[in-house]
């Protein structure tokens, strides 16, 4: 109805009010002190849905910046104003990447022009927000990300492999903007975590069988993925790599009884 504050008058689709819930109840789960988040239509929705949702939880900073995405999906940031042991959160500085260039960044390739990239164009499909905080008087900086979704094929080839080339730049061009900031081989000491949706994978666990004749779990690992260079000669840490192999997993995928698998796509890629 219209009293209803997720309302949207110019008819996009909200999400089931029980999605909303389910959401919430996630990160009550977490109870996280920062979280980063992907797909937030605008400051308004993401401040109406603490409202209605978390309005206990102490989330009373959101850092938000409208990205390149045309759907209007935008990444964010929502932080309490003090760590669950009582240390100060305080925001320093935010500063959206949005408008970085293929040819700022030195970053357009042979593949990219076949997929029709041009040297003007904007890397990200959404964004790169850094965000500067001060936690407990030392620093930290999160690198907020969504790339580029893994999508149809096309001309034969899978989805993920024909997208592959965007979320490789895409992440070439979060390890330049860190490397900027602190200096080229001079990232180790410095306290930053790349948080987002990567959309893509460097191992997978494979699903056999069904509920009748059991369910058969296989680990696969993958030659490459599109963020290599994030993790390459131990730039950033996979936090979640510290799991076991069958504990990984974000995303529960399938295309029916023959293609199911489990995978990370969702990383807090830590610096050392």
């Known amino acids: 109805t219209n009293d209803d504050p997720f309302h949207n008058d110019e008819g996009t689709p909200a999400k089931p009010r029980q999605e909303m819930r389910q959401v919430a109840n996630v990160i009550r789960e977490m109870d996280a002190d920062v979280v980063a988040l992907q797909e937030v239509e605008s400051r308004g929705y993401l401040q109406q849905f603490i409202d209605t949702f978390l309005y206990d939880m102490g989330y009373n900073h959101i850092v938000h910046f409208e990205g390149n995405d045309g759907r209007g999906i935008d990444v964010a940031v929502m932080t309490r104003s003090q760590t669950s042991d009582g240390q100060p959160i305080e925001f320093i500085k935010m500063q959206s990447h949005a408008g970085l260039t293929y040819g700022a960044a030195g970053l357009l390739d042979e ?83 790349i948080c987002g949706d990567l959309n893509d994978y460097r191992s997978r666990v494979i699903v056999e069988g069904d509920r009748y004749s059991g369910y058969r779990f296989k680990p696969v690992h993958e030659g490459n993925s599109g963020f290599d260079s994030l993790v390459a000669n131990g730039f950033s840490e996979n936090l979640v790599e510290r799991r076991d192999e069958m504990d990984r997993w974000t995303l529960y995928h399938s295309r029916g009884p023959e293609e199911q698998h489990l995978c990370q796509l969702d990383y807090l890629l830590a610096s050392p």
């Not at 500067?132 to 989805?159: A, E, Q």
């Not at 390890?175 to 930053?192: A, C, L, S």
């Open 111 to 193: 593949d990219l022009k076949a997929m029709g990239e041009e040297v003007d164009d904007r890397i990200f499909r959404r964004d790169c927000l850094e965000i500067d905080f001060r936690i407990g008087g030392r620093p930290l900086t999160l690198f907020v990300c969504h790339f580029k979704s893994m999508g149809p094929g096309k001309n034969g080839v899978d989805g993920r492999d024909y997208t592959m080339p965007v979320r490789r730049a895409e992440a070439k061009a979060v390890r330049h903007i860190i490397e900027q900031k602190f200096g080229k081989g001079k990232t180790d000491n410095k306290r930053w975590v």
